[in-house]
T-cell receptor, first 113, second 115 residues
Framework: GENVEQHPSTLSVQEGDSAVIKCTYSDSASNYFPWYKQELGKRPQLIIDIRSNVGEKKDQRIAVTLNKTAKHFSLHITETQPEDSAVYFCAASYTGTASKLTFGTGTRLQVTL | ETGVTQSPTHLIKTRGQQVTLRCSSQSGHNTVSWYQQALGQGPQFIFQYYREEENGRGNFPPRFSGLQFPNYSSELNVNALELDDSALYLC??????????????FGEGSRLTVL
C-alpha cells in the first residue's frame, strides 16, 4: 500500500519568513495530493490540493509543487503569520480524489513574532 | 447549513468492551469516511461508506465495522477494544460517487481512551 513520509516534524519560523514542508510517497499510482491544516483541538481543514497532471498550484500565500518523477510534493507558505501556526498534514490518494487518503505524520509549524 | 457533527466527543472504555461512535454528515453529502488519528500521528483511513455500502477499507481488522443510514449519517463500531485503539476518531463527509469523492469535511472527532 501507499506510504507517505513527511518532513520536518516540527518547524519554527519568524513571522514574515517562508516555510516549506516536504512529503514523499511510495505508490506511483497516486494522483491526488491534498494538504490539511489542523489547529490545536480542531478538525483538519483542506488548504490546497494538487493533481498529478499539474506541477504547481498557488492560492495567495500558499503554494504546492509536485515532482512525479521523484515522487515528492511540497507545501510552501510565504509571509507567514501567527495564525499559520498549526499542524500540517500532507496526504495522497490513487483515486484522483479525496477518497481513501494516506496521510503523512504531520508537521507542527510555529510562527514566532 | 450544518457541518459534520460527531458524538460523543470524549469517552473512556476498558479493554474488551465495545464502542459505537456516531457521525452526522454535512447537508447534501452522500459519502462518509472514517479515520483513526493516534496522538501525534496523521489520520489513518479505516473505511468509507457510499449509499449505505462499504466502499473501500484500510488496514484495520474486522472488529472495526460501520454502518451508513438512509439519511447518510454513519456509525463506527469497534469490538473487543484494545489499548492501541485509544485515538481520535474522525468522520468526514463528502459528495461523491462509488469511484471518487469531493472535498472531505471533517468533524471534530470522538476521542476514545481505552484503559
Amino acid at each position: 500500500g501507499e506510504n507517505v513520509e513527511q518532513h520536518p516534524s516540527t518547524l519554527s519560523v519568524q513571522e514574515g519568513d517562508s516555510a516549506v514542508i516536504k512529503c514523499t510517497y511510495s505508490d506511483s499510482a497516486s494522483n491526488y495530493f491534498p494538504w490539511y491544516k489542523q489547529e490545536l483541538g480542531k478538525r483538519p481543514q483542506l488548504i490546497i490540493d494538487i493533481r498529478s497532471n499539474v506541477g504547481e498550484k498557488k492560492d495567495q500565500r500558499i503554494a504546492v509543487t509536485l515532482n512525479k518523477t521523484a515522487k515528492h510534493f511540497s507545501l510552501h507558505i510565504t509571509e507567514t503569520q501567527p495564525e499559520d501556526s498549526a499542524v500540517y498534514f500532507c496526504a495522497a490518494s490513487y483515486t484522483g480524489t479525496a477518497s481513501k487518503l494516506t496521510f503523512g505524520t504531520g508537521t507542527r509549524l510555529q510562527v514566532t513574532l | 447549513e450544518t457541518g459534520v457533527t460527531q458524538s460523543p466527543t470524549h469517552l473512556i472504555k476498558t479493554r474488551g468492551q465495545q464502542v459505537t461512535l456516531r457521525c452526522s454528515s454535512q447537508s447534501g453529502h452522500n459519502t462518509v469516511s472514517w479515520y483513526q488519528q493516534a496522538l501525534g500521528q496523521g489520520p489513518q483511513f479505516i473505511f468509507q461508506y457510499y449509499r449505505e455500502e462499504e466502499n473501500g477499507r484500510g488496514n484495520f481488522p474486522p472488529r472495526f465495522s460501520g454502518l451508513q443510514f438512509p439519511n447518510y449519517s454513519s456509525e463506527l463500531n469497534v469490538n473487543a477494544l484494545e489499548l492501541d485503539d485509544s485515538a481520535l476518531y474522525l468522520c468526514a463527509s463528502s459528495i461523491g460517487s462509488r469511484s471518487n469523492t469531493g472535498e472531505l469535511f471533517f468533524g471534530e472527532g470522538s476521542r476514545l481512551t481505552v484503559l
